[in-house]
């Protein structure tokens, strides 16, 4: 069941210039592409989500509207100054709705292993005032829970592709990693050797 309590962001904005393939939203994933695996898995986890696109982002809606319909899309215009861009406008709704979510998490489009059970097992774990941390086996990564406050305070601290990371290295006493490994994987997709690693992706 989905909970106004619980809310999820999917960074989904990019053209994917390193990848070399277009947006990497839009690469093909068992039937659907990565932006609407991404939005279901945050449904099927009990959240509502937020979608973020770049300007040319009329085929994510479209697949969006058929496949997770539930989602709301944000249209990022300044997405060419990277991730911080797409959490800035991500949080705007947040911080003028009438009765915002008490938590967050953020999701990257590029990270096909994370499913609904870690982001059930993150949410599971957080704790008002704390930051929830996804590791794979040991190494800390995406996603990431944020109570509603943080998550603003750390989109206007963010510049450039980094997005939260400023923000939690200021924070890091209040960092609690949750190992996430033995449900999926927290590798993502940045470059063309990595599309390999990836047997579902059948990139046209």
């Known amino acids: 069941m989905t909970t106004r309590s619980h809310h999820a962001i999917v960074l989904a904005?990019?053209?994917?210039?390193?990848?070399?393939?277009?947006?990497?939203?839009?690469?093909?994933?068992?039937?659907?592409?990565?932006?609407?695996?991404?939005?279901?898995?945050a449904v099927d986890a009990g959240c509502t989500v937020t979608v973020t696109v770049g300007p040319a982002g009329d085929t994510a809606r479209s697949w969006l509207r058929a496949r997770c319909p539930a989602a709301s899309v944000v249209t990022v215009h300044d997405a060419h100054l990277g991730m911080s861009a797409s959490l800035r406008a991500a949080v705007l709704p947040l911080v003028?709705?009438?009765?915002?979510?008490?938590?967050?998490?953020?999701l990257l489009v590029d990270q096909p292993g994370v499913g609904a059970a870690v982001i059930r097992r993150l949410f599971a774990?957080?704790?008002?005032?704390?930051?929830?941390?996804?590791?794979?086996?040991?190494?800390?990564?995406?996603?990431?829970?944020f109570d509603t406050a943080d998550l603003c305070s750390a989109a206007a601290l963010a510049e450039g592709d980094a997005a939260a990371r400023a923000w939690i290295a200021q924070n890091r006493h209040r960092v609690d990693d949750v190992e996430c490994g033995d449900l999926g994987r927290g590798d993502d997709i940045d470059g063309p050797a990595d599309l390999a690693g990836w047997p579902e992706l059948r990139v046209r």
């Open 13 to 41: 904005a990019g053209s994917g210039t390193r990848l070399g393939r277009g947006p990497k939203a839009l690469l093909p994933w068992n039937g659907e592409v990565l932006v609407t695996r991404a939005a279901r898995a």
């Open 96 to 106: 003028v709705a009438d009765a915002p979510p008490t938590a967050v998490v953020v």
């Open 125 to 145: 774990a957080h704790k008002p005032g704390r930051v929830t941390r996804a590791t794979w086996r040991g190494a800390p990564g995406n996603p990431v829970v």
